[in-house]
């Protein structure tokens, strides 16, 4: 088989020939890194290369399911040591930041057989929903290059889109998995809340809101990877419990007639999402009744109720003062707010101002709003369906770190989370899929939400509307 041919493989499959004898994990490799070579020039999604380190490690990978597949993980968590994390602040580039240990979840993917073959382009310190840091430069979206290609994991999502590599590393806490699967057209997985563990570094982090997953190019090859990684290492603070059966299963096998509700008002916002995201949602209800599920309207005033917009921003700020105080820590010296983006800096100002009581005020807040929101799984619904985001992919440079004063960009990123942050507070999984195309050729991705640890659920409508709807034959313009 060509290299060209393999490139658009998604990873169950390039396992298969591994296994089969037809390909090698180097020529697997060889392969991701001439399209790398190649591509990323144009892209700028991968920020780091450890290609000599890869193929000596791919002559001896794990005799896991994805044996030889080459993934790229995001500049951001996941670290492997000797390996530079930079999380897109300019000092820890200038500085050559690097790994001092293995992250829980790098460790079970190399277990899982999977070559880690690069690092690839994040915001600063994640808190963006577009993927332009100043340290780095923009990630462009394949489907145009002008175009935003999300964030916080657009570097990831790029790559996937791009066929540079068939699955990369992506965390998500407001939509920075699912934003850029939705606006590069790949598959993306928010899991439950505890169901990748954030060890050995951290229990959990910016509060409780961080997800760990992977974006993909199919359905199978996200339920399969979660299989892989999933379940809690000792000392994690909580963990999802562990499915009835293996995820991949949940992949090929229908669902039987679900309750699914869709909205498309951004909620807590007041906003109604642009008219090609409502289309996308309208198609896809239409499509869920001629698959025989229950598909209605849903208020969900749960969604709007008071308290989640103003009971995060404290929770965030003071993620971000921590985040920059653990870097004086780790760097042995006072880091002052003007080292990080104008936005960061002015997040980590009102961090420091923020009490502990505030603090605890607003986790407290969060988590009963999230009771009202989850209890609509209880009565009313099976799966929510809106969309992911509640406009096309934007233009690059639209939500640029210096393009706006920090107030406006906060904003601006606010309401392109808007669909998706609210289950980051809730924990519960939520995927994006890539069903619709606009009319200018721009991915729409729809997004379906489950009730806790419900992701066996959420897979089997995705492997069912994949099947109806292929998207497997989509590739970009370029």
């Known amino acids: 088989m060509s290299l060209a041919e393999l490139r658009w493989l998604d990873a169950t499959a390039q396992a298969d020939l591994v296994r089969q004898g037809q390909v090698t994990p180097l020529e697997l490799l060889d392969g991701a890194i001439a399209r790398i070579e190649e591509h990323n020039g144009d892209l700028n999604a991968v920020v780091s290369t450890r290609f000599e380190q890869a193929r000596s490690e791919a002559a001896s990978t794990a005799e896991g399911p994805f044996r030889g597949v080459p993934m790229l993980l995001k500049d951001f968590l996941a670290h492997w040591a000797g390996d530079p994390v930079h999380g897109g602040m300019r000092l820890l580039r200038e500085r050559d930041w690097r790994a001092t240990e293995n992250s829980h979840l790098a460790t079970r993917l190399r277990a899982a057989g999977f070559v880690f073959c690069g690092r690839t382009n994040t915001p600063e310190l994640a808190t963006s929903l577009t993927t332009e840091p100043l340290s780095r430069g923009a990630t462009h979206n394949p489907w145009d290059r002008t175009r935003s290609p999300g964030g916080s994991s657009g570097g990831s999502a790029a790559a996937v889109a791009a066929g540079l590599v068939s699955v990369a590393h992506g965390n998500d806490m407001a939509g920075s998995i699912r934003v850029p699967a939705s606006a590069c057209g790949v598959v993306g997985l928010k899991p439950s809340r505890g169901r990748n563990s954030l060890g050995p570094q951290y229990g959990d982090y910016w509060g409780s809101v961080t997800h760990e997953h992977v974006l993909t190019r199919s359905v199978r090859d996200t339920a399969a990877v979660l299989d892989a990684t999933a379940g809690?290492?000792?000392?994690?603070?909580?963990?999802?419990?562990?499915?009835?059966?293996?995820?991949?299963?949940?992949?090929?096998?229908?669902?039987?007639?679900?309750?699914?509700?869709?909205?498309?008002?951004?909620?807590?916002?007041?906003?109604?999402?642009?008219?090609?995201?409502?289309?996308?949602?309208?198609?896809?209800?239409?499509?869920?009744?001629?698959?025989?599920?229950?598909?209605?309207?849903?208020?969900?005033?749960?969604l709007d109720a008071p308290g989640l917009f103003d009971a995060m921003p404290p929770v965030l700020a003071a993620a971000v003062a921590w985040e920059l105080d653990s870097w004086s820590q780790r760097l042995g010296e006072e880091l002052p707010p003007s080292v990080l983006e104008p936005m960061n800096a002015m997040l980590c100002e009102a961090g420091r101002q923020v009490t502990a009581v505030q603090y605890l005020n607003a986790i407290t807040a969060s988590q009963r709003w999230a009771r009202g929101v989850a209890a609509l799984w209880e009565d009313e619904l099976d799966i929510m369906l809106t969309p992911t985001l509640p406009a096309p992919p934007g233009k690059l440079g639209e939500l640029a770190p210096e393009a706006a004063p920090p107030e406006q960009l906060a904003a601006g990123i606010s309401l392109l989370g808007g669909f998706t942050a609210p289950f980051n507070i809730t924990g519960q999984p939520a995927i994006s899929l890539p069903l619709h195309w606009n009319a200018d050729g721009l991915p729409i991705g729809l997004q379906f939400v489950a009730a806790q640890n419900r992701e066996d659920l959420l897979i089997r409508l995705a492997g069912q509307l994949e099947r109806a709807a292929s998207w497997s034959g989509r590739r970009p313009p370029a």
Do not use: M, Q, W
Not at 277 to 301: D, F
């Open 232 to 302: 809690a290492a000792a000392g994690d603070p909580y963990s999802a419990p562990p499915p009835a059966r293996p995820f991949r299963l949940e992949a090929e096998t229908d669902p039987k007639p679900l309750r699914i509700g869709f909205r498309t008002a951004v909620p807590s916002l007041g906003e109604t999402a642009h008219p090609d995201c409502v289309t996308a949602v309208e198609n896809t209800a239409r499509l869920l009744e001629s698959l025989g599920h229950h598909v209605a309207p849903a208020a969900a005033p749960a």
